[in-house]
């Protein structure tokens, strides 16, 4: 596992947008695990200033979405791509997949193996350890599944609607056996608010009650983080001084401070 802690959140989230990009011009028939949230948002739209990026033959597969949404919504993952990244590209509607809100939740799995699997997905890390909408307790075999959203999770994407009282309580969501068999995948997490969640899925057992210490078992994952969300972790390695560009390795990570 690769952990790379940058000084600042606009340096970490410029590294994802770049590498964004350079996966999409080197391997320009991929497919893509994305996600949404506040973070992507400043993601997408740093990708965007990085050129006239390639989508026809790109196909993208997102995480997650609402049940008993219309996908005109505003507060609706659809849109949220949408509005963000799929109307200022030149991806076809065909080529832009969400998990099925009616009828089998499976079918997404059977859909991203005929397409040859996820080549990178990307995601972010809840403050209770949660990966996609995979809350604490969901089995790591679990396939694309519907979930019943906590109230903290509710809480946190409450930015897309007029009242927490709109926010939907259900979702469909990519199971964590899903999103384990992607080919790499990149974790974002920021802020203090996360260091805790961070701190438990690099150093604390692997355990079902925080779904992403999974991720220890993967043969390819870049963790990225901006500093106060690795507090934790630079306490324990350097105590209070970094020096730039400062690397160690422990429990397998390789922990590279930029």
């Known amino acids: 596992m690769n952990v790379i802690v940058y000084r600042d959140k606009a340096s970490a989230i410029d590294a994802i947008a770049r590498d964004m990009a350079t996966l999409i011009k080197t391997n320009p ?5 994305l996600p949404t949230g506040n973070t992507y948002k400043d993601v997408y739209d740093a ?12 196909d993208t597969f997102n995480l997650d979405e609402y049940l008993e949404l219309d996908d005109a919504h505003p507060g609706s993952f659809k849109a949220y ?14 080529q832009q997949h969400f ?3 009616q009828g089998e939740a499976k079918v997404y799995d059977e859909r991203i193996v005929n397409h040859g699997g996820l080549d990178r997905l990307y995601m972010g890390l809840g403050q209770n350890g949660h990966i996609a909408f995979n809350e604490p307790g969901t089995s790591f075999d679990s396939h694309t599944h ?10 946190a994407n409450q930015g897309d609607f007029a ?9 469909v969501t990519m199971g964590i056996q899903t999103i384990m068999q992607a080919k790499s995948l990149w974790l974002v997490a920021f802020g203090e608010e996360k260091a805790e969640a961070v701190k438990a899925m690099l150093d604390g057992p692997i355990t079902t009650e925080h779904p992403a210490s999974i991720l220890n078992t993967h043969p390819c994952v870049t963790i990225v ?3 106060t969300a690795a507090r934790l972790l630079r306490e324990e390695d ?21």
């Open 99 to 101: 998990p099925p809100t």
């Open 81 to 94: 791509m949408s509005n963000h990244l799929f109307k200022h590209v030149n991806l076809p509607v065909s």
């Open 29 to 33: 028939k991929a497919n893509l695990g």
């Open 163 to 171: 009242s927490f009282s709109e926010v939907p309580k259900k979702a």
């Open 146 to 155: 519907h979930v019943t959203l906590t109230e903290d999770t509710r809480q």
């Open 225 to 227: 983080l901006d500093q």
């Open 47 to 58: 990708f965007l200033t990085l050129g006239d990026h390639q989508f026809k033959d790109i």
């Open 238 to 258: 350097y105590g209070s001084e970094i020096s730039p560009s400062s690397e160690s390795t422990r429990r397998g990570h390789r922990l590279t401070w930029l």
